[in-house]
Each structure stands twice: as C-alpha cells, then as structure tokens.
C-alpha cells in the first residue's frame, strides 16, 4: 500500500479539498493502517479514479461510507461502485452512505438524499 500512495493520493486530496467533508490527514492515515480501504479504477494502463471507504457503527446499524472519491471520465469507472456494495453486504452494512457533493446523487442509481449537512459561513 505505501509504494502506490504516492500515486493515489493527490486524487484523494482533490475530493476531500472539494467539499471540506474530512481531512486528508485522517482518510490517509486510516488507509494506511488499514482502518480504511482504498479503491482504485485501473484501465490497464492508467488510474483513472481513487475512493477511500470506511465501515461505521452507527445506532441505526453498521454502514460503508465513501469518504472520497475522485478521477478522470467518470463514465468509465462509476458502475464500479457495485463493487463497494458488494462489499458493504458481505460486511453486514445496512447502506452505503456518500459523504461529498450532491451531484452523486444525480449520477448513482439507487441513491437518495436522506439528511443534509447544513452550513452557515462565517468569515
């Protein structure tokens, strides 16, 4: 795992920059140590995509979240997903939950808005 980090990374920065939802220090670590798991879209000769997720227990039941997630021609890798739900059902997941921008929503099949995060900025 510590040889392609380099690689993965700055994917992973990219996402969690994008919607200030986590920190990169704790994804990375938790990937790192194994907490996390790291998800790569290959096409044989390039990464196209890199996702970070992590099973939580929550009182409704554990859940997988996509902590991050970001790449390049999202048509090639977003069925990919079914991957991380298969996953999440082996593991005894109730969900899969997102954490990033509402625009997944629109792409994913079968994924609804079911809380918001409400901000106010302050300056």
Request: hydrophobic share 45%.
């Amino acid at each position: 795992m510590h040889s392609i980090w380099p690689v993965m990374a700055p994917l992973l920065r990219q996402a969690i920059a994008k919607t200030g939802l986590s920190t990169f220090a704790t994804i990375e670590r938790d990937i790192l140590d194994g907490t996390s798991l790291l998800w790569v879209a290959w096409n044989g000769t390039t990464i196209e995509a890199a996702a970070s997720t992590s099973l939580q227990q929550t009182e409704a039941g554990k859940i997988c979240v996509i902590t991050a997630c970001a790449g390049a021609g999202m048509t090639r890798w977003l069925s990919l997903i079914c991957g991380i739900e298969e996953y999440a059902a082996a593991e005894g997941c109730q969900c899969v939950r997102i954490f990033g921008r509402k625009g997944w929503g629109r792409v994913l099949d079968g994924y609804n808005e079911t809380f918001a995060i409400i901000d106010k900025r302050l300056n």
